[in-house]
């Protein structure tokens, strides 16, 4: 089987910082910069661009990010809470420790991106593309992934609780490592889906087979 190969961000050695003061009102693409404690709240609605970038402790909450791009960025103990960030790209994108609660990022590109040790509960990825995408120590619980395109993703030690993967084929992807009580799945789109015994047993139970109890 061959094996999943994510790309890390293509960071340069060396990065301009750069505080909110220095970002113009149209802010275009802000490249080979490095931001820390910054709030971005008020380029909201602009398209905001990033390539060769690092954020620190920085605030996107609450924003319009419609139409975003992020290539070769870094995101660490960021907040994007209940953003809108539809249509947006991410490519070769790192989001660690980040609060995402409520981000929305439906019809989007993610591709070569990980989330490690974030707060997503309540996001929504519905209708996006999702290539060499890892999820890794995470809480995506009631998060959203209904009909997505999903290729090779990978799940490490995450949260899933009533995740949403309606109309989305799970062919490939390994749920094992997860924690879940209930899925929403569509049962003609998980097959080839690896799962744990006892998740096997719950999806049982949920497509209403009764399970024999050995004495």
Known sequence: M??????????SARREPLSTEQ??????????VEMEYGDLRFTSGMQLAADDAVFTDCTFAEMDLSGASFVDTVFERCDFSNVAAGHADLLRCE????????????????????????DARYSSFSFSKLQAVQLEDS????????????KDMKL?????????????????????????????????KIAACTVSKEQAIGFARMFGLLIHEES
Request: charged share 30%; glycine share 4%.
């Open 23 to 32: 970002i113009p009102t149209d802010p275009g693409t802000l490249r080979s």
């Open 95 to 118: 989001f660690r420790n980040c609060k995402l609660t409520g981000a929305n990022f439906d019809h989007s590109g993610v591709k070569h991106v990980r989330f490690e040790e974030c």
């Open 139 to 150: 809480q995506f619980s009631e998060s959203d992934f209904f009909e997505c395109i999903l």
């Open 2 to 11: 061959k094996k999943m190969v994510i790309q890390k961000p293509k960071l």
């Open 156 to 188: 490490t030690r995450s949260q899933l609780e009533n995740a949403n993967f309606r109309e989305t084929d799970l062919a490939g992807v390994n749920l094992a490592e997860c924690t879940f009580e209930r899925l929403e799945v569509t049962p003609s």
